[in-house]
């Protein structure tokens, strides 16, 4: 049931764009506040964006404006849609979930690596 299974990462040049998606149970997107969150190597983690129950979205200043984080519960999924790639974007990036706390992440996915070269 917490199964969060990521896909859509991969090699693009700066000002590219990528759609990563996360497929869960449909419980889960449709009751779960949802987010991406990222780590570069050497770096702490960085949660991208969010997205709560009621479809309230939270980006970090880092990625405003070019990212855009959505849901269709019709097909289980989570989306994160970037655009303008820039290379400090390149990191793995991970699908988390929770049912009760927003930014208190208790399922992961299991990353999925975005590379942006110059």
């Known amino acids: 049931q917490g199964q969060l299974v990521e896909s859509g990462g991969g090699s693009v040049q700066a000002g590219g764009s990528l759609r990563l998606s996360c497929e869960a149970s449909r419980w889960i997107v449709s009751t779960y506040c949802m987010g991406w969150s990222r780590q570069a190597p050497g770096q702490e983690r960085e949660e991208v964006a969010r997205?709560?129950?009621?479809?309230?979205?939270i980006y970090a200043d880092s990625v405003k404006g070019r990212f855009t984080i959505f849901r269709d519960t019709a097909k289980n999924t989570l989306y994160l849609q970037m655009d303008n790639l820039k290379p400090e974007d390149t990191a793995v990036y991970y699908c988390?979930?929770?049912?009760?706390?927003?930014?208190?992440?208790?399922?992961w996915g299991q990353g999925t690596q975005v590379t942006v070269s110059s």
């Open positions: 988390v979930a929770d049912r009760y706390v927003c930014g208190s992440w208790s399922n």
């Open positions: 997205i709560d129950v009621g479809g309230t979205m």
